[in-house]
């Protein structure tokens, strides 16, 4: 458990689950309405996606 399903390093799939889950809490805490929440983890993925130059289709 914790590596990336193309056998690349540099991913920590439970470095990023728990990045997630501190996201949610924050939000959570925040009183963020569903909608909103959905956004911000949506917009959350798609940064840590760019950050880590993640490609599903690289071999």
């Known amino acids: ?3 990336a ?3 690349k390093f540099g ?3 439970q470095q990023e689950k728990m990045h997630l889950t501190e ?3 924050e939000l959570k805490s925040l009183n963020v309405i569903e909608a909103e ?3 911000a983890m949506k917009e959350l993925g798609i ?3 760019k950050q880590l130059n993640l490609n599903a ?3």
Do not use: H, P, S
Request: no cysteine; proline share 0%; glycine share 10%.
């Open 37 to 39: 929440k959905r956004l």
């Open 57 to 59: 289709y690289a071999t």
């Open 11 to 13: 991913l920590d799939i």
């Open 47 to 49: 940064k840590r996606f």
């Open 5 to 7: 399903l193309n056998g």
């Open 23 to 25: 996201a949610l809490n």
């Open 1 to 3: 458990m914790g590596e």
